[in-house]
């Protein structure tokens, strides 16, 4: 192909008559097209390599080459992309868990080579059955690969993601004939170096990148509150949408509901996200991916789940809750604002609470030598396990397993293999390769310290950032808010809004939810079944805290450590009945009795009877010692631990509220609600004062 | 991990399949085909890797096959994305690929079968037991407890023996044999090598470097009566003298015989005990020239051979072992 012709293509995509190419994008369909090379393009986001590669699919596919394989963390290719790839003629189509009822469909079309290009997320290629079904078979004629996010490919990429080691290996084993397309908008010389020496034979195009409209700005703000208050004080004088980023789901959820509460509209989004109306995860999270794209809400309210390279133009701010793990996972965030722009705002708050996040995710990062090696002497003693005989068999947590096998499969040689949904032992001598995990650790540990320097710089902010990233344009910005002070946003807010602030943490339960199964064979002394009856299950109950969270997590810590839960966590778990309301309304209490602190739950429970006027009961007797709840990992030792633990004696048949102080798996009410309910109690709402990580 | 390199690349792409859910009507060129066209490749100053830059009209306007068609290798090759695929999901299960360049590849099938020997095998554990010498076991189903339990004694013998058993995976008792006593096993797989590799009873063996499976078929190949019958044929190429194991209905109930590598037939050795133990023999009793001669006999022959033996006095040396191998009470 043509310059020339190349340039009629782009300017048939985008519409535009007397469009030019940006710089170097036809050096890089060159390359692809006319010398089937393997391009690293690192280019901010904008750039246009959707462009690039949609360009090279017609070129390719008009030579008869096969399909172009796209592996990309987005969810869907975006509209815009979408109507210039047809106006190439170029039929797209993406296969992810939001359209498996389609599968079938594309399949079909894809082995009749009626399909150009094929959006994929690196997750797939971990899913069996869609490999099976649908990759391996088109894969004898592959016309052009394109990974983007290209940057997860390095161990010094600032988010190891595991299903990019595969991608790497995959690229690694590609024979010569097949072009490649490696893109990031964020990659220092260190990542470009490492991805240059892990992918043979690949060149390099290197753009700026620049992000002039962009005014940054760093605040630190120790508490929660003070952090939500100057949220709510400011967000509505900045122009357009944007996104808020925090580090952990749950605190993405408080703040969207406290963005809520005070009227701005605002939606959570991360890895668990679910909403009635949809029927999965990935199909909200696309509806509220459009939701902002269409400026249809202020703002979501994001973790790092928010799909790398969403692409919005007017982006109008990012806001950051907490500090991010890194400054090149700051960098990426906040440069997706003011792309198509004039102004556009980069805040980055920064509290008490940062440091023991990140070290939690460092630390958790991988999994304990322990229990991968437990996993290991399970797999090896069988002849291949399915995940839940796995969980039936040690006891470990289902997220712990998980992460064993997660980490275990992505190894090469691994010394398990996934057939068929069963998990095998492969005749691989292995060893956890310590070396690594600490090299990754320690690098993690650096990269924090690096944005905590970065956050009490004084220097040009933008400047700062585009040192770290090796950028060749280092000059000073001009417009952040140590450039020029006049244009930096206040820190302080109204005290009013620091209270309702610090009041709303308070009032922030969690609901418990429903358990409709116990583990089979697990409760064999109390003969239940697998499935519990409905009569049985326990209705939808309340937890006050979150274990030491902002709210009241840390004074219900500090209470248990002496013994005795005050009266001031009476007075908030009453409000917190009251204003949840439940109906029928409970016409007694009773609470989870234990051996070892008699009176901890009873006498907290039988306080909030008396000020809810109430009768107390001790319905539940405990019959048997049994190890601490907090010692069983999964759900069948959970369970099978309380098999006979507990005898009900003295109930009523009216509804009941059933107290507890610590709620991990949520097993424990589910036991006992069920036995209360067989002794003829009426409806049993849970509720208890603090959950712990895992509940 | 071990990167291939392109001339391997570019042999896979040639000869192998990937994977059971593939386009049909591309069949990659057997190890004669690929024999061939290789010899030809070679004459004309070209390698394989070379078929893996642009242009392959240009450097093949000279070849002209009826079946090896341009067409077709040009489809072959287009294959990288199901090789890279494949080739990542066998890796990380520890499955390995020999070319017939490869120092590993076992010089034995390249000798005895030349241009037909496998233009490449898949294998998982010890790849350094292939240029051992070995002895073979083949044979009938493991019908009785007897016929296992002296099979078991085959393998100990050749382990004892400081030899390496080479069978196929009928014999489990041979394998178990040899691997119980110290010894090693190459087993030739017909098919799906990556299911097999997970089989238990191999595990510790494959860690231990005792044991290594082998495959001339894509790892995840399903069974067809071909691969059965090529699998035969090299164990039998591979194996410096074979045993077979025929059960008889009179006494005594089982008989070792000697299989003939180049005839494909029993050479059916009655001469009681002392002849049936013969395969257990290696082969440093004999000069190369004589087993030669030995296995090429036919029954009929073997009587003179005997004569000129003894007066050549290897019978004395033969004797001496004999004892060794009870195998048959
Ligand atoms: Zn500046």
């Known amino acids: 192909m043509t310059q020339n012709e190349g340039l009629q293509l782009l300017r048939t995509s985008i519409n535009n008559l007397n469009a030019q190419f940006h710089k ?599 019959c048997k010692s049994n190890q601490p709840q907090k010692m069983m990992h999964n759900r069948f030792y959970q369970c099978h631990n309380l098999d006979g633990a507990f005898e009900i004696v003295d109930i009523a048949d009216e509804p009941v509220l059933l107290i507890d102080d610590i709620i991990d798996s949520g097993w424990t009410v589910a036991v006992l609600s069920a036995l209360l309910r067989q002794k003829g109690s009426g409806e049993v709402f849970p509720v208890v004062l603090s959950s712990t990580a895992n509940g | 991990m071990n990167m291939l390199t392109p001339s391997t690349q570019a042999i896979l792409l040639l000869t192998s399949y990937f994977s059971e859910n593939r386009v049909k009507n591309i069949i990659p060129l057997s190890a004669e085909e690929w024999g061939g066209f290789a010899q030809w490749l070679h004459k004309h100053n070209l390698k394989p890797e070379s078929l893996l830059e642009e242009g392959i009209e240009t450097l093949l306007k000279d070849w002209s096959d009826e079946s090896i068609t341009i067409t077709r290798l040009q489809a072959l090759l287009e294959r990288g994305g199901a090789l890279a695929l494949a080739m990542e999901k066998w890796q990380r299960a520890g499955i390995w690929v020999i070319t017939r360049t490869s120092p590993l590849y076992p010089q034995q099938l390249k000798k005895r079968l030349q241009n037909i020997s496998p233009a490449l095998l898949y294998g998982i554990g010890n790849p350094k037991l292939l240029n051992k010498q070995s002895l073979g076991v083949e044979s009938i189903q493991e019908s009785s407890q007897e016929i296992s339990s002296l099979f078991w004694k085959a393998g100990r013998e050749i382990a004892n023996d400081g030899y390496i058993l080479v069978t196929d995976e009928v014999n489990k008792s041979a394998i178990k044999g040899a691997l119980e006593n110290g010894g090693n096993s190459i087993v030739f797989v017909a098919n799906n090598l990556l299911q097999k590799s997970l089989n238990g009873a191999y595990r510790e063996a494959l860690i231990q470097n005792d044991l290594v499976l082998v495959s001339s078929y894509y790892p995840e190949s399903v069974l067809s009566s071909n691969n059965a019958l090529e699998t035969s044929r090299y164990i039998q190429a591979h194996a410096t003298s074979m045993v077979r194991v025929v059960p008889k209905s009179k006494n005594p109930p089982i008989q070792l015989s000697l299989f003939d590598n180049d005839t494909q037939e029993f050479t059916d050795l009655f001469f009681n005990f002392f002849i049936s133990q013969l395969q257990y023999i290696p082969n440093d009793t004999f000069k190369p020239k004589e087993l030669e001669i030995l296995f090429s006999l036919k029954s009929s022959q073997i009587t003179t051979w005997l004569e000129e033996a003894q007066e050549r006095k290897i019978i004395k040396r033969l004797e001496g072992r004999v004892k060794r191998y009870q195998l048959v009470e």
């Not at chain 1, 967000?235 to 789901?249: A, D, L, R, V």
């Not at chain 1, 269409?294 to 790092?304: D, E, Y």
Request: hydrophobic share 40%; with cysteine.
């Open chain 1, 24 to 622: 170097d994008q036809w050096e890089a369909i060159d390359a692809l097209v006319n010398h089937r090379k393997r391009m690293l393009v690192v280019e901010r986001t904008g750039w246009g390599k959707s462009s690039v590669y949609f360009i090279a699919t017609r070129a390719l596919r008009d030579k008869g080459f096969g399909v172009t394989v796209i592996i990309s963390p987005l969810l869907a290719l975006m509209r815009n992309q979408i109507v210039s790839a047809e106006r190439l003629g170029i039929n797209a189509v993406t296969i992810n868990s939001t359209n498996s009822k389609e599968w079938q469909l594309i399949s079909g079309q894809l082995l009749d080579n009626e399909v150009d290009a094929l959006l994929i997320s690196p997750e797939r290629l971990a899913n069996e059955n869609f490999m099976e079904t649908i990759l391996t078979p088109i894969s004898d004629k592959i016309g052009l690969l394109v990974v983007d996010e290209a940057h997860c490919i390095s161990d010094w990429g600032h988010d190891f993601r595991p299903d990019y080691q595969r991608i790497t290996r995959i690229l690694q084993q590609m024979p010569p004939t097949i072009p490649i397309l490696a893109t990031t908008a964020t990659a220092n010389n260190r990542v470009v170096d490492d991805i240059e020496r892990q992918i043979g034979g690949i060149e390099t195009i290197r753009g700026t990148l620049v992000r002039d409209s962009l005014i940054l700005q760093n605040i630190k703000l120790s508490s929660q509150a003070s952090r939500l208050a100057w949220i709510i004080e400011y967000i509505n004088s900045i122009e357009g949408t944007g996104i808020i980023y925090t580090s952990t789901i749950r605190d993405a959820e408080i703040v969207a509901r406290w963005l809520q509460e005070n009227n701005i509209s605002a939606s959570a989004y991360h890895g668990n996200v679910t909403h009635q109306d949809f029927e999965d995860s990935n199909s909200y999270r696309q509806h509220l991916e459009e939701q902002l794209m269409n400026n249809q809400i202020k703002a979501l309210v994001a973790t790092t789940a928010l799909g790398m390279g969403y692409d919005k133009p007017d982006l109008g701010f990012v806001i950051h809750y907490q500090l991010p793990a890194s400054i090149v996972a700051y960098y990426q965030q906040v440069g997706r604002a003011g792309r198509a722009i004039l102004e556009a705002r980069g805040i980055l708050l920064s509290g008490y609470e940062d440091s023991d996040i990140q070290a939690f995710f460092i630390n958790s990062a991988f999994p304990s030598e322990e229990h991968v090696f437990e996993v290991l002497n399970i797999l090896e003693k069988s002849s291949g396990l399915s995940m839940r005989e796995i969980e039936g068999l040690i006891n470990l947590r289902y997220g712990q397993i998980e992460k064993v096998l997660k980490y275990l499969a992505i190894q090469s040689p691994s010394p398990i293999l996934k057939e068929k949904s069963k998990w095998y032992r492969t005749p691989i001598n292995y060893s956890m390769d310590r070396e690594k995990i600490a090299f990754l650790t320690n690098q993690r540990e650096e990269e924090f310290k690096d944005i905590e320097t970065y956050m009490e710089s004084k220097e040009c902010l933008m400047r700062y950032l585009r040192e770290t990233l090796n950028d060749t344009d280092t000059k000073e910005c001009g417009k952040c808010a140590n450039c020029n002070p006049s244009n930096s946003m206040s820190s302080s807010f109204s005290h009013d809004l620091g209270i309702k602030a610090s009041k709303f943490l308070k009032h922030h339960a969690i609901p418990i939810k429903v358990k409709k199964q116990f583990p089979k064979d697990a409760l064999i002394q109390y003969g239940f079944k697998s499935t519990i009856p409905i009569e049985l299950r326990h209705e939808e109950g309340r937890v006050l805290s979150k274990w030491m969270d902002a709210g009241w997590g840390k004074t219900v810590a500090d209470n248990k450590h002496n013994s005795y839960f005050d009266d001031e966590l009476v007075d908030a778990f009453v409000d917190m009945i009251r204003e949840w309301n439940p109906t029928p309304m409970p016409k007694w209490i009773t609470c989870v009795s234990s051996l070892t602190h008699t009176q901890l739950v009873p006498s907290f429970a039988q306080r909030v009877a008396t000020k809810m006027g109430l009768p107390f009961r001790e319905a539940i007797i405990k």
